[in-house]
């Protein structure tokens, strides 16, 4: 069955998916974001190193966390209220993990769109599919009510990072470089 067929299929049957990287996240990434994901493997690297000085109950944490297998994107439906919370590796402060707050996940139609709803620093944005187990994600930073910025507005607001699913009810978010504090966040998501 060709590959559009196939896709219009699951959507049918329930599954949303996240927007395709045909193009279209190439039109609107950034280029300062677009550098961002080019060095992501050496920023995590530097990032997961100075994390392993932070408290050792927490680097047990954060290793338990990234030695989960990762699996596709393309079987299970995303959309649904979910727990989340952000770690921040290197940077400031060698490792730093948050409590949880609330997050959100809806299908505009055109993909999955992810609302961070709870706590002081939010983010709002979209994903595009990167690959069967990795999906790009582009939103928008801000603090507590403020209304989110349009992507693109500039590197104080603007984000990107590698999202990877561990299973039906656990994934994340790698954001490299962000603007603020880190050199890595990762913000994890669990039901």
């Known amino acids: 069955m060709p590959r559009r067929l196939r896709l219009a299929a699951l959507c049918l049957i329930g599954f949303a998916l996240p927007a395709h990287a045909d193009g279209e996240v ?16 050496e920023t995590r690297k530097a990032a997961l190193e100075e994390a392993k000085a932070g408290d050792p109950a927490e680097v047990r944490e954060l290793d338990a966390l990234l030695a989960k297998p990762l699996v ?7 959309t649904g209220n979910w727990n ?5 590796a290197g940077g400031i402060s060698p490792l730093v993990i948050y ?6 996940v809806s299908d505009d139609g055109s993909g999955w769109r992810l609302q961070k709803t709870s706590g002081s620093q939010r983010t709002t944005g979209r994903f595009f599919d990167d690959g069967e187990k990795r999906a ?4 928008s930073f801000s603090v ?48």
């Open 26 to 41: 190439q039109k609107l990434i950034t280029a300062a974001d677009k550098a961002r994901l080019d060095k992501y493997g």
């Open 72 to 78: 596709a994107f393309s079987d299970k439906d995303l």
């Open 84 to 88: 989340c919370r952000t770690i921040k």
């Open 99 to 104: 409590g949880w707050f609330k997050c959100k």
């Open 136 to 139: 790009i994600y582009l939103g």
């Open 144 to 191: 507590n009510d403020d209304k989110a910025k349009p992507y693109g507005s500039g590197p104080e607001s603007d984000q990107v990072g590698y999202a990877f699913r561990n299973s039906a009810i656990e994934w994340r978010i790698e954001f490299p470089a962000p603007y603020y504090e880190s050199k890595l966040d990762i913000m994890e998501l669990k039901r």
